[in-house]
């Protein structure tokens, strides 16, 4: 969550604090390929801290015989998604274990690490969140044909139910389907990104009201603070329980 002020004018939020200049995209290392716009941005590096530090955690955290707090949370991070896994898809979902967990973990990570001030928060925009779930859409789809063949599309046709009403439950199946990556992406970017607005908001207030009227909205912004990191972790686990649930329609035809 970035914390600086926003530019003065009429486009400020609270007390002249713009709460949308914090997910502003700005180019580090400009890159040009044609026509296109192949630039280093401030996202594209909180993306690469992000898989950094998930990476130094869980290196630095097995790298030691004796077992220290690093170790302690990955193993602890390891057996959540294990367990997640094993309730939702079974015996079957073992081998895309490194899938479900990277993604748990990259989206936690950028999460958290947008809660640092003067931060950027990665998952407050809907391309990226977008992008992670049309690479879960893309991919269990291709899953569930290479494993069931033209059969995958049972998936679409609800059991028991009389065939006059076949076609328009079908329909709404297919449509169901196709909006998997739009639900899956919009919760997540909504969610920081409304925590991260009224975070800022909170903000403009505490500095514009000075001490004496700014006690308020400091009490409601740590309050609001606290629960953010619960969202940030929520977020992360709902993205992984929902790949989960799509994975399991793949694999094993559930309806």
Same mark, same amino acid.
């Given at each position: 969550?970035?914390?600086?002020?926003?530019?003065?004018?009429?486009?400020?939020?609270?007390?002249?604090?713009?709460?949308?200049?914090?997910?502003?995209?700005?180019?580090?290392?400009?890159?040009?390929?044609?026509?296109?716009?192949?630039?280093?941005?401030?996202?594209?590096?909180?993306?690469?801290?992000?898989?950094?530090?998930?990476?130094?955690?869980?290196?630095?955290?097995?790298?030691?015989?004796?077992?220290?707090?690093?170790q302690s949370i990955g193993e602890l991070a390891y057996?959540?998604?294990?367990?997640?896994?094993?309730?939702?898809?079974?015996?079957?979902?073992?081998?895309?274990?490194?899938?479900?967990?990277?993604?748990?973990?990259?989206?936690?990570?950028?999460?958290?690490?947008?809660?640092?001030?003067?931060?950027?928060?990665?998952?407050?925009?809907?391309?990226?969140? !977008? $992008?992670?779930? +049309?690479?879960?859409?893309?991919?269990?789809? %291709?899953?569930?044909?290479?494993?069931? #063949?033209? *059969? @995958? &599309?049972?998936?679409?046709?609800?059991?028991?139910?009389?065939?006059?009403?076949?076609?328009?439950?079908?329909?709404?199946?297919?449509?169901?389907?196709?909006?998997?990556?739009?639900?899956?992406?919009?919760?997540? !970017? $909504?969610?920081? +990104?409304?925590?991260?607005?009224?975070?800022? %908001?909170?903000?403009?207030?505490?500095? #514009?009201? *000075? @001490? &004496?009227?700014?006690?308020?909205?400091?009490?409601?912004?740590?309050?609001?603070?606290?629960?953010?990191?619960?969202?940030?972790?929520?977020?992360?686990?709902?993205?992984?329980?929902?790949?989960?649930?799509?994975?399991?329609?793949?694999?094993?035809?559930?309806?």
């Open positions: 969550m970035s914390t600086e002020q926003g530019h003065g004018g009429g486009g400020g939020g609270a007390l002249g604090v713009d709460p949308m200049h914090q997910f502003e995209v700005t180019a580090l290392i400009p890159i040009k390929i044609g026509g296109l716009d192949a630039s280093f941005t401030n996202a594209s590096l909180w993306m690469v801290i992000a898989a950094l530090v998930v990476s130094l955690v869980l290196l630095l955290g097995s790298s030691k015989l004796v077992p220290g707090r690093l057996e959540f998604i294990s367990n997640l896994m094993r309730d939702v898809i079974g015996e079957k979902g073992r081998p895309f274990f490194p899938l479900i967990f990277t993604l748990f973990l990259f989206v936690l990570a950028c999460n958290m690490l947008g809660m640092v001030p003067y931060s950027f928060t990665v998952t407050s925009h809907i391309i990226v969140t !977008f $992008a992670l779930a +049309m690479s879960v859409f893309i991919g269990v789809t %291709v899953l569930g044909f290479m494993k069931h #063949g033209v *059969g @995958f &599309l049972k998936l679409f046709v609800p059991s028991g139910i009389p065939l006059v009403m076949m076609p328009l439950l079908v329909v709404i199946e297919v449509i169901s389907y196709l909006t998997r990556p739009v639900s899956l992406s919009v919760r997540l !970017f $909504a969610n920081m +990104m409304a925590g991260h607005t009224m975070l800022k %908001v909170f903000a403009g207030f505490v500095v #514009g009201l *000075g @001490f &004496l009227g700014g006690w308020m909205p400091l009490a409601f912004m740590v309050a609001f603070t606290g629960l953010e990191f619960l969202v940030a972790f929520l977020q992360a686990y709902v993205f992984a329980v929902l790949t989960c649930i799509y994975l399991n329609d793949a694999l094993n035809m559930h309806h």
